[in-house]
């Protein structure tokens, strides 16, 4: 009954805006040309206090305590795309290429203090320097990528498909920070080929793919 009815309280106060913007230009017939944005903005406040209790005149629960919790963030990023389709016949075409680019930031701050003169005061400003703490981080990280494909079809059986990458991350230390990473791919719709589309009357979609390429991560500590 006296936590419920004392002036400790929780409360906690934020703002998050997000955001994503596309342009697309159709140039000529077959090329697109497209600029996306896009990110978001966090901002959050907390304030935990706990309030000294007169329970009766010989006994006290306290000392009261405030904790307080500061944090923002925000992340933003950018791509240009330009991508050209062509059909010559039963040939298909298509390219791709793009660079990206991201960028995060965090921070945060905390304090702690205690023994307040008053129940009505809960500015951390006037808790007792005894016993106080504070604490915080800051971390960012950026990533830019620049990349390209090739994808060509027959006839819609038989596929071949190119990837390239080059990807620079700030977490890596600047001798390494830069990595190429190459990818392909073949396929082969088997069923589209008559000697299986005119015997084998239950199977009516058989792709067969073989594909190899390199990976990178950049999922590691900020630094």
């Given at each position: 009954?006296?936590?419920?009815?004392?002036?400790?309280?929780?409360?906690?106060?934020?703002?998050?805006?997000?955001?994503?913007?596309?342009?697309?230009?159709?140039?000529?017939?077959?090329?697109?040309?497209?600029?996306?944005?896009?990110?978001?903005?966090?901002?959050?406040?907390?304030?935990?206090?706990?309030?000294?209790?007169y329970i009766?005149?010989?006994?006290?629960?306290?000392?009261?305590?405030?904790?307080?919790?500061?944090?923002?963030?925000?992340?933003?990023?950018?791509?240009?795309?330009?991508?050209?389709?062509?059909?010559?016949?039963?040939?298909?075409?298509?390219?791709?290429?793009?660079?990206?680019?991201?960028?995060?930031?965090?921070?945060?701050?905390?304090?702690?203090?205690?023994?307040?003169?008053?129940?009505?005061?809960?500015?951390?400003?006037?808790?007792?320097?005894?016993?106080?703490?504070?604490?915080?981080?800051?971390?960012?990280?950026?990533?830019?990528?620049?990349?390209?494909?090739?994808?060509?079809?027959?006839?819609?059986?038989?596929?071949?498909?190119?990837?390239?990458?080059y990807d620079?991350?700030?977490?890596?230390?600047?001798?390494?920070?830069?990595?190429?990473?190459?990818?392909?791919?073949?396929?082969?719709?088997?069923?589209?080929?008559?000697?299986?589309?005119?015997?084998?009357?239950?199977?009516?979609?058989?792709?067969?793919?073989?594909?190899?390429?390199?990976?990178?991560?950049?999922?590691?500590?900020?630094?």
């Amino acid at each position: 009954v006296s936590n419920l009815e004392s002036q400790s309280f929780y409360k906690d106060r934020g703002i998050d805006l997000n955001g994503n913007l596309r342009l697309d230009w159709n140039v000529i017939e077959g090329l697109k040309l497209s600029v996306i944005g896009g990110g978001y903005l966090n901002y959050n406040n907390n304030k935990r206090f706990l309030a000294t209790q007169y329970i009766n005149s010989i006994t006290t629960l306290g000392p009261s305590t405030l904790t307080q919790n500061s944090s923002n963030s925000n992340y933003k990023t950018a791509q240009a795309l330009a991508e050209y389709t062509k059909n010559i016949k039963k040939h298909h075409f298509n390219v791709l290429a793009g660079y990206s680019f991201e960028e995060s930031a965090a921070d945060t701050l905390q304090g702690f203090r205690k023994n307040f003169p008053s129940n009505t005061l809960p500015s951390i400003n006037l808790g007792s320097a005894d016993g106080q703490t504070s604490d915080g981080n800051m971390a960012e990280w950026a990533l830019s990528s620049l990349f390209g494909r090739v994808q060509y079809s027959f006839a819609n059986k038989y596929f071949a498909e190119g990837v390239l990458r080059y990807d620079g991350s700030s977490r890596f230390p600047a001798s390494k920070k830069y990595a190429t990473f190459p990818a392909m791919a073949v396929g082969w719709r088997i069923s589209e080929e008559p000697f299986l589309r005119d015997n084998v009357k239950w199977i009516n979609e058989l792709k067969l793919k073989a594909s190899r390429g390199t990976l990178g991560n950049q999922n590691i500590a900020n630094y």
